[in-house]
């Protein structure tokens, strides 16, 4: 009897001190200290300009881009690394294997309570953060908020209306692709096995990015479609490192050298201005800003264009005697039987300098030298129902808000509460400087 009790109060001993090594290794493990392998993975930071493969990169609600690898990410497209629970303090409490799956910017302006909130997958669960915490409630299983979306996955991406079909966010598994509609929590699954598989993605001012190994492959969010030279070199493009890049070193256009051929906003209000065959958008600065190829979103326009303007829910740009109408709410798709003569559209020969359309109305201004017509664009045929003149002999570009008209010359461009008063007024406003908040240039 005596030896079986000896024998119990050992093995009572053995488990308390297991368990008390267990409790050491959980302290240790929350407070950054070595693993139980003897490897400290806190001490070792990654260099994301050797070869990383990353694994989740997201957006937060101010414009900062995270890039996540194992239990650090970095912050921007340069400096060092820091330890992801840093800054999103409570995914180690949760979630001891020190990464992340997947993550996302969540768009969703119908719904402020989940708009810019920042998702992270790990495993079965999502977090949610705002401003850097973690909201209440959260984490929950992944299908509790993204019904028929799997676990353990490999990416996902945030896709506004516009540029999918509704708002909408795409999660990656393997070559499987489910397309996740945020206003009625459906799912439509697909299969691009043409994409390489993606360990994250991204979308940056309109452009999709899935990034795999060292690389990325721009695709379209809708189709799929992969257009261009690609996989390319991460490094080349999303991160400062020496002896890496493209472009040449060329620094940003001084704000003094700005001439634009024209400027537009759309009905769902992304903003655009155009410049020689370049295009930017000036409503996202918040990530950022950079020019690219007209052609890259309007694949039909080659060179420059002579005007945009929207309306509805259709964007016209003029390119010569031609007009081109595109369907804004399908990422710009070109309406058949465009490009048509602007005869033929608007009743006027082209080439023209400049033409906007107010909110709210249904007269476009086109402006050729020194005279603006006004045209009818609810009228069948549509045709110049008035013709005026403006104190200008050449303008560049015009772009009518809720503020007024304004009109572009080289880098200045005048202020004008309406299309008439513009027309009728007899002293010129003071000129106004193109900025670099708005235009991205430098001064």
């Known amino acids: 009897m005596t030896a079986v009790l000896l024998s119990l109060y050992a093995c009572l001993a053995l488990a308390l001190s297991n368990a008390a090594q267990i409790n050491d290794i959980i302290i240790d493990a929350a407070e950054g200290h070595s693993h139980p392998n003897g490897e400290d993975h806190h001490d070792a930071k990654p260099d994301r300009c050797k070869d990383i493969e990353f694994d989740a990169i997201t957006p937060d609600e101010k414009g900062n881009t995270f890039f996540f690898k194992g239990d650090h990410l970095w912050k921007g497209f340069s400096g060092p690394a820091e330890l992801s629970n840093n800054i999103f303090k409570e995914l180690d409490d949760y979630h001891l294997l020190g990464h992340v799956d997947a993550a996302f910017r969540m768009h969703h302006q119908d719904d402020p309570s989940v708009h810019d909130h920042i998702y992270f997958f790990l495993d079965d669960k999502v977090f949610s953060y705002y401003n850097y915490t973690l909201e209440k409630g959260y984490p929950v299983e992944i299908q509790q908020e993204f019904p028929d979306v799997p676990s353990h996955l490999d990416a996902a991406v945030e896709c506004p209306k516009g540029e999918c079909i509704t708002d909408s966010v795409l999660f990656f598994k393997g070559n499987e692709i489910y397309s996740f509609d945020i206003k009625t929590k459906s799912v439509k699954k697909k299969v691009w096995a043409h994409l390489p598989n993606c360990t994250s993605a991204f979308r940056w001012l309109e452009h999709y990015y899935c990034f795999h190994g060292y690389n990325f492959t721009r695709f379209h969010p809708v189709s799929g479609d992969v257009t261009g030279a690609y996989p390319k070199a991460a490094r080349n493009y999303f991160m400062r490192c020496e002896g890496f890049g493209h472009g040449g070193g060329e620094k940003r256009q001084r704000c003094s050298e700005v001439k634009l051929n024209a400027i537009t906003t759309d009905d769902t209000g992304r903003s655009y201005a155009f410049q020689d065959e370049m295009y930017i958008r000036l409503d996202t600065h918040r990530d950022g800003s950079h020019h690219f190829p007209i052609s890259r979103l309007w694949r039909e326009i080659s060179g420059v264009v002579d005007a945009v303007f929207n309306y509805g829910d259709n964007m016209y740009i003029i390119q010569g005697d031609q007009v081109y109408i595109y369907k804004s709410a399908v990422h710009y798709t070109l309406i058949e039987g ?25 007269i476009v201004n086109v402006i050729q030298g020194q005279k603006m017509y006004d045209i009818d664009l609810a009228a069948t045929p549509r045709a110049v129902n008035m013709t005026r003149p403006i104190p200008y002999s050449q303008i560049d570009a015009g772009f009518c808000d809720g503020d007024g008209v304004k009109v572009f010359i080289g880098p200045e461009y005048y202020s004008y509460q309406s299309p008439l008063i513009l027309a009728v007024g007899k002293i010129k406003p003071p000129p106004q400087k193109i900025s670099p908040k708005k235009f991205g240039c430098e001064e």
């Open 338 to 362: 465009y490009p048509k003569p602007l005869k033929e559209e608007l009743g006027i020969d082209g080439p023209v300098d400049a033409a906007f359309l107010c909110p709210n109305q249904h």
